[in-house]
């Protein structure tokens, strides 16, 4: 089993940052991606960033030139920096850990509690 824990959601102004981690334990060894998503009440969740053991990432369009997803293998960490926040951006965020194929289609078997991100006009 894995079991991935967030941390570093909170309450901020538009324009402020924010960074979340999420740490991954358990049975890891078949997990080679890991990714941040969203969720506002009433939508689907939504792809933030994700990023591969091998440093390959791929962000949505909301996030690119404003959020950074990074990992440390020895830590076992996936982090997202988010600059430049608006308050669209407001949404419980879920780290989420999988496999990569090798066609590079990502596949999330495993996700976390969420962790609220919140940023007021």
């Known amino acids: 089993q894995v079991q991935l824990v967030e941390s570093g959601g909170g309450l901020v102004q538009a324009g402020g940052s924010l960074r979340l981690s999420c740490t991954v334990s358990?049975?890891?060894?078949?997990?080679?991606?890991m990714g941040w998503y969203r969720q506002t009440p009433g939508k689907q969740r939504e792809l933030v960033a994700t990023?591969?053991?091998?440093?390959?990432?791929i962000y949505a369009d909301s996030a690119k030139g404003r959020f950074t997803i990074s990992r440390d293998n020895a830590k076992n960490t996936v982090s997202l920096q988010m600059t430049s926040l608006k308050p669209e951006d407001t949404a419980a965020y879920y780290c989420?850990?999988?496999?990569?194929?090798?066609?590079?289609?990502?596949?999330?078997?495993?996700w976390g509690q969420g962790t609220q991100v919140t940023v007021s006009s």
């Open positions: 358990g049975s890891i060894f078949s997990i080679n991606a």
């Open positions: 989420a850990a999988g496999r990569s194929d090798q066609r590079g289609s990502l596949y999330f078997d495993y």
């Open positions: 990023i591969t053991s091998g440093g390959s990432t």
